[in-house]
Each structure stands twice: as structure tokens, then as C-alpha cells.
């Protein structure tokens, strides 16, 4: 039945009645509307009054990687309140997760006239032209009555096929205007995408002919929610599974499991290098195939494909062959693709018990030799991120959920955690992005609220995002940040040092005559209102970590880290292509 609304009560009307708890903003004269609407909505939808629109915009994106089911709001002003959000909505984007961005707009009958925060040298309100290349689609609202056709159009854009943000931009007197409408119901589920049972068919074949089959998942298996098919499929041919580097893929297999291999690439594993350089057949799901995990497509050191027959298996058809010659190519959803595949290798045969194979034991070889040098590692020095990592993983509960952001505890982190569970471990590994794991780790709390959420930053990323410690403060929100404090940007350090002969600039975080200048992180902590605790050894970190979940608010832990070449990073087992200083003559 249709009823009177403004436009923002209508969208309020919509988003409560699709289920939608959050919107993260800044209010600002461009989207005040908005904002003073969810005042009267506030049993339903809480308001989250962000410091940072990109911070607002990593909350609703490890909010909806923490769930993969009811996406978040993010609404900013007009101007740089949204072009502030660019960053977080090509981290969203180019890791096939979502939000929806709901950003006010100047005036219709203004367009092209250049007014106070108006891009228009180019095109009138350029800013959603601008913004269209980081987004799966963008809505310009110009009349109110065009509400009920775009907001479940956009809510069903940002989660249907590959999911990925997208952006509603409201003038300022459209959010007043008055319409007379039906609020609509949201979305109906499109269901899955089953596969053409003749590609299954050729690929279960090659599978079971296989000496040295390979398994590599992406993060649309953790999408899909198809962890369980994965095994299964695993099991049955025998096969050693890993994941890719980028986006959310630990966790779409059990870490402990005895046929996982951890990640190939540049800093992924000895074994999973090894293992894919040498597989006759690779059954590829959801995964894009980037550099960090192909070792930037170097031949002979992580793939050889060819002669490699490559099964690739992908929601997104354009991802099929785009790096990789595919000798079967299976556009289908994760889950349902998996399970119609384990259906047909049931039907063609059945492999014995995979533990009596070469290939098993040849896996388990070099997964003993690769953990004796990962735990080399964490005794070259007594708090390296390796022996870090070993801490948090003992102290934590398997179900805590885990984000991280670029440079070393990206790196580190990916190559040494183990996943248990799926949508436990955010990171931003394909936009890779400095400042993404507190902002996720908030809105992975939200979202999952019985769960323990910790953010493991460097300090330079730190010093981007602290500002919401405020918003954690002011929402009593219990989230743990774990501060690898290494004193500069020494990821990049480390590759100035390898590459460029050793020469050094801006990555230190030292002055004119050589001494560290860092923060003083307490100071700003407990500034904020947080809890601070400091750990300068392996038993203070884990300590300090096994209060630091107890506590009823935020909590930093501060963990100085060593940062002296080569034991600051990681080992690396594969290559990644990046510019040299050549040696002068």
C-alpha cells in the first residue's frame, strides 16, 4: 500500500525493511537529511558516527567479508566527504566485496554551475563519473519517484553474481522532495550458477588421470560458502589444496588440514611452489590468478602452464583464461560447480586411499621441511612477526576473526596464519591497502558480535586509522589491535635494501641525525580513551594479548618488533617483478 515519504524516509522505510543494521558517515550539509532521517530509525539501523569517510568505508567492507550475506551503508557529504570514500571503494571492489555507498549531491538545478564542492569542468557533477571506475555501478537520483526502481536494483547489484560496491548519489533537495509509494520488498535471491555438465565431465576425467593433481581456491570459495565441497573433492582425488594471496581465500579450506599447502607465489610457501610447479593438472577455483600468487608469471618457478592442463572454475567468465591458458573452463558458482563435479568423479571412479601415493608423501616432505624453516624463523629472533604470529595463533580462539593491512603484516600474516574457519581472516590482498585492518576489524565486530575481532597493523598504518579509536570508544566496541611496531615503513625498506643496493629514503621513521622518531602510541591510546598495553618479548605479547580480548572496550597492544634486514620480513620462495638499481659499471 502506498503512503507519503520523503525521500530519505523512504530509503530509511527501505533499508529497514531489507534487513540493512548499519550506516557508518559523517554527517555534512550534503547528506544532513539523511542522517537527521536514521534519528527516528535508530532502534532499527544504528547510526555509526565514523572520523574518516575511507575508515567508514573499510567498517561496511569487513562487515559484509565478516557475514557475505546483508551488506552495510556508508554515506558521506557532497565533495570531498565522498571523494574521501575512493580508496575503500577500490578495496571493495577489486576484492569482489561490497557496500552501499549512499553520497549527497548539490542541488539538481545547480548541475554545471560550479557551486561550493562541485567538480563541472569537464561534465556537470563529475564526481559519480569519476567514482564509476571503482564501483560495480553507480545511480544518479534525479527525481524522487525514481527511488523505488534504483534502491533494490542497487542492493541486488551489490550482492548478486560478484558481489562488489555500489553508489547511489542523492541531491540535496531529492532527499526532501516528496513522493507517494510502495516501499519495496528487497531482492529476491538469484540462486546459484550450475556449470555445463559436459565441461564437469572433461574436467572430472583429467582429474582422475592425473598423477599430481592440484587444488587452488580464491576467495570465491569463501563467497560461495563451498569449504566443504572443496574437501570433499580434495579427499577424494588426494589432492594438495592452496590458496591464493589475494582477498579473503584462507579459510575456504581447514589450514589444518594434512592436504593443505598454504599459498604459492612470491611469499607463499616452499610446498605450494613446489607442488604447483610441478602438477600435471590444477583444478583453479574462484581465484584471479594475480602476480603475488604466480610469482608475476615467471616461468619455472611457480606455474608452468602449459604444460600444466589448467581446470579453471569462476562465478566471473572474464576471469577464465585471462592469465592462463585453460584447457577446461568452467563458468559456474564455486559451490554448485564443486559439487557437480564431486557428483561425476563419483560416478567415473574412484582413487585409492591417496595416503599410499608418491604424491602425498612427497607433499608431506616438503611440508616438514617447510615448517622447520618457518620455525627457524621465529628463533632468529625472539619477537620477529614469525614468532609474533606463532603467539597470537596460540592465544586466540579459532573462531576470532582477524584482519590485516598492508606491508609486512599483510605479508607475514598470510604466509604464516592458519585459518581454520572461513570469513575469519580479512585482507585487503588485492587492492592491498595501508590502513584497512582496524576500520574492518570494527565492522567484523558489528557484524559478528560473539566473536573476538583483532586488527594486526604496522605502525605507519597505525598512524593513518587511529582516529577511530574515538568511534570504538564512543560504541564501547571490544576490538583488539595489535600494533607490530618496527619503527618505519620497513616493508618498503626491505625492498629498497634488496633492490636498490641498500640505499635508504623515507622509510625510516628517523630525523636528519639518524634517531627514531615514533609516537608515543600510549599517550595517543589512552588519549582516545582506549586501553594501552605494551609488549616487549614473547611472554608480555602473550599476556598482554590474553587481557586485551577480556577488555570491554578497544584495546591496543603495541608489540615492538625487529626490524633489523633480512630477519624484519618474510622468506620468500617464489619472484615478483620489481624495478632494480642496475649495478653501475
Known amino acids: 500500500m502506498s503512503a507519503e515519504f520523503t525521500g530519505v524516509k523512504f530509503i530509511a522505510e527501505y533499508f529497514r525493511k531489507s534487513g540493512i543494521k548499519h550506516v557508518f558517515g559523517i554527517p555534512g550539509h550534503g547528506n544532513a537529511a539523511i542522517v537527521d532521517e536514521l534519528i527516528d530509525y535508530s532502534s532499527d539501523i544504528q547510526f555509526v558516527p565514523i572520523k574518516h569517510e575511507q575508515w567508514g568505508g573499510h567498517m561496511a567492507d569487513g562487515y559484509f567479508r565478516a557475514n557475505r550475506k546483508v551488506p552495510a551503508v556508508v554515506t558521506t557529504s557532497v565533495g ?43 561534465n556537470s557533477i563529475d564526481y559519480i563519473n569519476a567514482m564509476r571506475h571503482l564501483v560495480k555501478r553507480t545511480y544518479l537520483v534525479s527525481n524522487a519517484r525514481q527511488l523505488p526502481r534504483i534502491l533494490p536494483n542497487a542492493h541486488r547489484e551489490a550482492l548478486s553474481g560478484r558481489p562488489g560496491p555500489v553508489l547511489i548519489d542523492l541531491p540535496m533537495e531529492i532527499q526532501v522532495e516528496k513522493i507517494r509509494a510502495q516501499v519495496p520488498d528487497p531482492p529476491v535471491a538469484l540462486g546459484r550458477l550450475f556449470p555445463d555438465p ?63 599447502i598454504f599459498s604459492p607465489g612470491n611469499i607463499g610457501s616452499l610446498v605450494a611452489n613446489k607442488l604447483a610447479l610441478d602438477a600435471d593438472v590444477i583444478l583453479a577455483v574462484g581465484t584471479t590468478f594475480s602476480d603475488e600468487t604466480t610469482s608475476s608469471y615467471a616461468p619455472d618457478v611457480t606455474f608452468n602452464i602449459p604444460p600444466t ?41 574412484k582413487k585409492g586411499d591417496y595416503h599410499d601415493s608418491a604424491h602425498y608423501k612427497r607433499m608431506k616432505q616438503l611440508k616438514d621441511q617447510w615448517f622447520e624453516e618457518m620455525e627457524s624463523l621465529r628463533t632468529q629472533t625472539p619477537m620477529g612477526i614469525p614468532n609474533a604470529a606463532k603467539i597470537m595463533r596460540g592465544v586466540l580462539p579459532k573462531s ?29 590482498g588485492g587492492y592491498s591497502t595501508m590502513g584497512f585492518a582496524f576500520p574492518a576489524a570494527m565492522g567484523a565486530k558489528l557484524a559478528q558480535p560473539d566473536r573476538v575481532a583483532v586488527a594486526v597493523e604496522g605502525d605507519g598504518s597505525f598512524m593513518m586509522n ?15 589491535i595489535v600494533v607490530l611496531n618496527n619503527f618505519g615503513w620497513i616493508s618498503i625498506r626491505d625492498l629498497q635494501m634488496r633492490n636498490f643496493g641498500g640505499r635508504i629514503i623515507g622509510t625510516d621513521f628517523k630525523d636528519s641525525v639518524g634517531k627514531v622518531r615514533t609516537p608515543d602510541f600510549e599517550k595517543i591510546v589512552t588519549g582516545y580513551g582506549a586501553e594501552y598495553m605494551r609488549a616487549e618479548n614473547p611472554t608480555e605479547l602473550s599476556q598482554t594479548l590474553s587481557q586485551a580480548i577480556k577488555a570491554e572496550g578497544p584495546a ?30
Do not use: C
Open 309 to 349: 592442463k589448467l581446470i579453471h572454475m569462476d562465478l566471473d567468465p572474464r576471469e577464465i583464461g585471462k592469465n592462463y591458458p585453460t584447457t577446461v573452463g568452467i563458468n559456474s558458482d564455486a559451490k554448485a560447480g564443486l559439487a557437480s563435479l564431486l557428483d561425476i568423479l563419483s560416478q567415473l571412479g
Open 400 to 428: 576470532a576473526i582477524v584482519s590485516v593491512s598492508a606491508g609486512l603484516p599483510q605479508e607475514m600474516m598470510a604466509q604464516l596464519w592458519v585459518t581454520s574457519e572461513p570469513r575469519t581472516f580479512l585482507s585487503s
Open 556 to 585: 591496543v597492544v603495541e608489540a615492538i618488533i625487529e626490524n633489523k634486514f633480512p630477519y624484519s620480513g618474510p622468506k620468500a620462495y617464489g619472484y615478483w617483478d620489481l624495478p632494480s638499481r642496475q649495478k653501475e659499471n
Open 466 to 480: 587511529n582516529v577511530e579509536l574515538l568511534t570504538a570508544v564512543q560504541l564501547k566496541l571490544p576490538v583488539v
Open 198 to 260: 559436459s565441461d564437469v565431465k572433461k574436467a572430472a576425467q583429467l582429474l582422475l588421470n592425473a598423477e599430481r593433481p592440484l587444488i587452488l581456491i580464491g576467495g570465491g570459495v569463501v563467497m560461495a560458502d563451498a569449504q566443504d565441497e572443496v574437501v570433499k573433492v580434495a579427499e577424494f582425488l588426494g589432492a594438495p589444496v592452496a590458496s591464493s594471496f589475494r582477498g579473503d581465500a584462507k579459510g575456504g579450506f581447514p589450514e589444518d588440514h594434512e592436504l593443505y
Open 80 to 122: 570531498p566527504g565522498a571523494t574521501n570514500l575512493a580508496t575503500a571503494l577500490a578495496t571493495a571492489y577489486v576484492d569482489s566485496s561490497t557496500f552501499i555507498a549512499l553520497t549527497g549531491e548539490i542541488q539538481t538545478y545547480f548541475f554545471g554551475m560550479g557551486i561550493f564542492q562541485e567538480i563541472e569542468r569537464q
